[in-house]
């Protein structure tokens, strides 16, 4: 039987099983639709060929490692891993910028919505997210003056009034807060930036 004639899946299999030449009849096989998607969203060749390489670098060592499960669902799986690297990509591209001097700073502002795209959505959705997640890690009396700032929009004279501390100390709670904040993305490896 000829290797062209295989599924997907059983193409996976030989490639595992050391038959390099069927991991070359499932890139020939897949390649113009993983580019395609590739460079739909990045709009540029070279960096979608980059990209593209990535992808199969990574569909590879995945494979040798034995981390591929799903069967028949090979090219799903590919472009699931192209789509992660495309958000990779677009993260690299536009920082946010977690910590400025000033009290005036939203934590938020970081995304224009003027064209916003929907890849910047999912993005912009998955730093929401990771934020969120980092902001119940904060100690009680941050996470308290950080919430009532961003999410109530409380000025800090009202939270002040409100936990019943000086304006100074609200000020300080929130400046620790952004400061660990930082220290949090880096220990827990969360990617905030879109």
């Known amino acids: 039987m000829l290797l062209s004639n295989l599924s997907d899946q059983e193409l996976v299999k030989e490639y595992i099983n050391g038959d390099n030449f069927s991991f070359e009849i ?25 990209i593209f390489q990535d992808t199969y670098v ?25 789509h992660n690297l495309v958000i990779d990509h677009f993260r690299k591209q536009k920082k946010m910028h977690m910590i400025r001097s000033n009290s005036d700073f939203d934590i ?42 961003y999410f109530e929009e409380l000025s800090f004279k009202k939270i002040a009034q409100t936990i019943d501390v000086s304006i100074n100390t609200a000020l300080g709670r929130m400046r620790y807060a952004l400061i660990n904040l930082r220290g949090l993305s880096k220990k827990h490896h969360v990617d905030l930036h879109i």
């Open 108 to 149: 938020f502002d970081v995304i224009k919505d003027n064209e916003i795209n929907i890849d910047e959505k999912l993005i912009k959705d998955q730093v929401y997210y990771d934020l969120k997640s980092l902001i119940e890690l904060l100690p009680t009396d941050q996470k308290e003056v950080l919430k009532m700032r």
């Open 26 to 50: 499932l890139l020939h096989r897949h390649k113009n639709r993983v580019f395609a998607f590739i460079m739909s969203k990045i709009k540029n060749k070279d960096i979608s060929e980059d």
């Open 58 to 82: 990574k569909v590879v060592n995945s494979l040798q490692k034995g981390k591929y499960n799903e069967e028949g669902k090979f090219l799903p799986w590919v472009m699931r891993i192209s």
